[in-house]
């Protein structure tokens, strides 16, 4: 083959172990083997030291990866390349394209100003500085792959939102870098593994949203800390062990759903300290004992 591919090409055409590091991210199939499109011939030395720097578990030696492509769709980006664009504009850049490797929509990547980017599967928004400040997955549109630890660095985000698609792997322990996020939502997927307790840290977050997976484990007592809290679904999961008690320093919680899970021990009597509570849920699980008289006196709209 000689010539060059053009980038489109390499951008649809499904991918294969490409022959160097130098071609990670365009990589073809000509029937014969593998081929570099364009001229490419690295990833840009400034943007690793700045991975390295804001996510030090972040490598590039499989060449296959989605981090390792996004960061090649980013050197040769012309948009992140020109000079108006900073050092958190190249890692919101380079988070973003990451995710869309990881979720199989790189098609959608765009070498115009992230803030302009539209889609039929996800929305976003940023602020007057053109920092993201929101992120959502359209539910119900079959948005497949892990979420990417990357998308830690976005720190202006508020709002995170996976819900309803077939995402699958684990919740990163790494989104507990995202300390201004309010809203944080994946439910409805099919991730697996343990509720991170590292998710503490989000002291803004007011709802947390993990029902309808396949997550294990025990709920973190450390949850406690997040007194803003006002919803907790933890619903339709495999969760055991017993009910932190410490729950009851949420007092904005309006909202507790842990139904569905495999929870035993008693309910605490803990809870009727939650003033505000009006809807709970701890149906279908395999609790014992009696319903502590506390609860009654809360003034519960919906109790299971």
């Not at 699980?285 to 709209?301: E, F, H, K, M, Y």
Request: glycine content about 8%.
């Amino acid at each position: 083959v000689t010539g060059t591919i053009p980038d489109t090409l390499c951008l649809l055409n499904p991918r294969v172990s490409c022959p160097t590091v130098a071609c990670a991210w365009m990589c073809c199939y000509d029937g014969g083997g593998s081929v570099c499109a364009g001229t490419w011939t690295g990833i840009s030395e400034h943007l690793v030291g700045l991975v390295s720097q804001h996510l030090p578990s972040t490598s590039f030696s499989n060449v296959s990866s989605s981090q390792t492509r996004a960061a090649g769709w980013v050197t040769y980006d012309s948009f992140s390349n020109s000079e108006q664009i900073s050092d958190d504009r190249l890692l919101q850049r380079f988070a973003l394209a990451t995710a869309f490797f990881a979720f199989g929509r790189e098609v959608s990547l765009q070498q115009t100003d992230e803030c302009g980017w539209e889609g039929d599967w996800f929305v976003m928004q940023c602020d007057s500085g053109s920092g993201i400040v929101s992120f959502e997955l359209v539910g119900h549109k079959g948005v497949t792959g892990t979420i990417p630890p990357e998308l830690s660095v976005l720190s202006l985000l508020t709002l995170l939102d996976l819900d309803y698609n077939s995402l699958t792997g684990s919740v990163p322990p790494q989104l507990s870098a995202l300390t201004a996020l309010t809203e944080l939502g994946v439910s409805h997927n099919q991730l697996t593994g343990a509720i991170p307790s590292q998710l503490s840290t989000l002291m803004e977050l007011k709802r947390l949203s993990l029902s309808h997976n396949i997550l294990r484990g025990t709920m973190p007592p450390q949850l406690a800390d997040l007194t803003l809290m006002e919803g907790l679904y933890f619903n339709h999961n495999r969760l055991t062990g017993m009910i932190p008690s410490r729950l009851s320093s949420l007092t904005a919680l309006t909202l507790l759903s842990v139904r569905g899970n495999q929870l035993t021990g008693t309910i605490p009597p803990q809870l009727g300290d939650l003033t505000s509570l009006l809807w709970l849920f701890l149906d279908d699980n395999q609790l014992s004992g009696t319903v502590p008289s506390d609860l009654c006196a809360i003034g519960l709209r919906i109790f299971w």
